[in-house]
T-cell receptor
Framework: EAQVTQNPRYLITVTGKKLTVTCSQNMNHEYMSWYRQDPGLGLRQIYYSMNVEVTDKGDVPEGYKVSRKEKRNFPLILESPSPNQTSLYFC??????????FGDGTRLSIL | SQQGEEDPQALSIQEGENATMNCSYK?????LQWYRQNSGRGLVHLILIRSNEREKHSGRLRVTLDTSKKSSSLLITASRAADTASYFC????????????FGAGTRLFVKA
């Protein structure tokens, strides 16, 4: 089954404790993206990747890092999380010119 | 910065009525996509319309695109209670890179 898998689905943690949200897709897509969703703001793109070892900033990259060492994986790293990064996060993948497939989301709470 | 902006922010209709949502954007685009989201779940793609297309249909969904006005509309005909969800437009900019910009969404509530 074609899917985008995010882990964990839920996480409560504390300020400053490094965390990684994993994302994996099994559709051999070149493009992958991370978004955060906050009430009233829709989805905002954090980072995207056009292929292995090719990443670029979206609209809200501050406080986040990503890597794309393999085509299927695109982890999101919060080196020193802060409460303003409490949000619902989505990973998505697609091939060029085609719609995105989304994961089920990761709800992060940073205290 | 937000590119796509949906209108209205919220819409409440009776089952069987049609629902129309509008989206405006600011820059030239390659394509425009509509997605649906049920209550905090992942987004599901509905329709993608390319910049050289004016109208597209899929079942009860009809999407129009007016690039001169930088706007799009999503029409859901004969709505059902199961259509209750948030609907988002998203644009892929024509400029280099792969930035996708989503609007804030329209919350649709269909009363049975």
């Amino acid at each position: 089954e074609a899917q985008v898998t995010q882990n964990p689905r839920y996480l409560i943690t504390v300020t400053g404790k490094k965390l990684t949200v994993t994302c994996s897709q099994n559709m051999n897509h070149e493009y992958m993206s991370w978004y955060r969703q906050d009430p009233g703001l829709g989805l905002r793109q954090i980072y995207y990747s056009m292929n292995v070892e090719v990443t670029d900033k979206g609209d809200v990259p501050e406080g986040y890092k990503v890597s794309r060492k393999e085509k299927r994986n695109f982890p999101l790293i919060l080196e020193s999380p802060s409460p303003n990064q409490t949000s619902l996060y989505f990973c998505a993948s697609n091939t060029v010119g085609q719609p995105q497939h989304f994961g089920d989301g990761t709800r992060l709470s940073i205290l | 910065s937000q590119q796509g902006e949906e209108d209205p922010q919220a819409l409440s209709i009776q089952e069987g009525e049609n629902a129309t949502m509008n989206c405006s954007y600011k820059t030239s685009i390659n394509n425009l996509q509509w997605y649906r989201q049920n209550s905090g779940r992942g987004l599901v793609h509905l329709i993608l319309i390319r910049s050289n297309e004016r109208e597209k249909h899929s079942g009860r969904l009809r999407v129009t695109l007016d690039t001169s006005k930088k706007s799009s509309s999503l029409l859901i005909t004969a709505s059902r209670a199961a259509d209750t969800a948030s609907y988002f437009c998203a644009t892929d900019a024509e400029t280099g890179g792969f930035k996708t910009i989503f609007g804030a969404g329209t919350r649709l509530f269909v009363k049975a």
